[in-house]
């Protein structure tokens, strides 16, 4: 009994504590009398996603499909990357420093470039998704495959595998847990990249609403953009979640409550 209600509890928490913030925060608007224009209560707020939900809906929907198609391509790349990187000492040490000092270069700045290269609209922001997303996902790769124990891969070289079957057999499956944790945290800076690239090279999406909102003084439209990129990425990081946890239960079991 005392198990389940901590499930609960864990459960809930976060519900409870969205809750507590969304009536602090509204009744802080409601006794200080805040303007809306300088920072709108949830209800207003919620009031203006009702009333503008056929556009939010469809600057949304268009976020999220690019989102999904330079986080597509990040994983792709960010695992080919990783497994090259993760498998060889030589392109570890070629790459490893390199990609590290790009990952510290401001994605932001890459979008007039962009721009240039492939105009205003979709290609800037499926590939400011892909430029800030691929990081996570190529060093948890990456790491997962460094990090086997020498002392298994010796044991399986004794029983007859080769470097490629160690990799491939051991190495990834290894490695899954990692990934995963790779994909939750890149989904939600894929929202982000694409989210700024749209604020500055797009005519659609939640980016353009958010300059768009903010230049009409729709505070409570901008923040409504806002809540919704924020619930994709949270809907997005929990879908990755439960598959982590239906593909790779073996490395939570000590998690499990004994069961």
Not at 196 to 214: D, F, P, R
Request: hydrophobic share 55%; charged share 10%; proline share 4%.
């Amino acid at each position: 009994m005392l198990a389940l209600s901590q499930k609960q509890m864990e459960r809930w928490a976060p519900w409870a504590l969205t809750l507590v913030v969304i009536a602090v925060w509204q009744l802080l608007c409601s006794a200080l009398n805040v303007s809306e224009f300088i920072f709108p209560s949830p209800a207003r707020i919620a009031e203006q996603m009702v009333e503008f939900k056929d556009e939010i809906f469809k600057h949304a929907w268009r976020t999220l499909w690019v989102t999904m198609a330079g986080f597509g391509i990040a994983i792709v790349v960010g695992v080919l990357l990783g497994f090259l990187i993760g498998s060889s000492r030589l392109a570890y040490a070629a790459l490893y420093p390199l990609m590290t000092a790009f990952n510290a270069l401001p994605k932001a700045a890459f979008i007039p470039i962009l721009v240039v290269w492939f105009g205003i609209g979709v290609g800037p922001a499926v590939l400011t998704a892909f430029l800030i997303s691929f990081f996570p996902i190529t060093v948890n790769i990456a790491t997962g495959l460094a990090t086997l124990e020498p002392e298994l891969e010796d044991v399986l070289r004794v029983l007859g595998a080769r470097r490629w079957d160690v990799l491939i057999k051991v190495g990834l499956p290894r490695s899954m847990p990692y990934f995963y944790a790779s994909l939750k945290v890149a989904i939600t800076l894929a929202f982000v990249g694409t989210t700024v690239s749209e604020m500055t090279a797009a005519n659609e999406g939640i980016g353009y609403l958010l300059i768009s909102a903010g230049s009409s003084m729709q505070m409570g439209l901008a923040f409504g953009g806002l809540v919704v990129v924020g619930g994709m990425a949270m809907v997005m990081y929990e879908v990755f979640a439960v598959i982590e946890k239906r593909t790779t239960a073996w490395a939570h079991r000590g998690s499990q409550g004994g069961h």
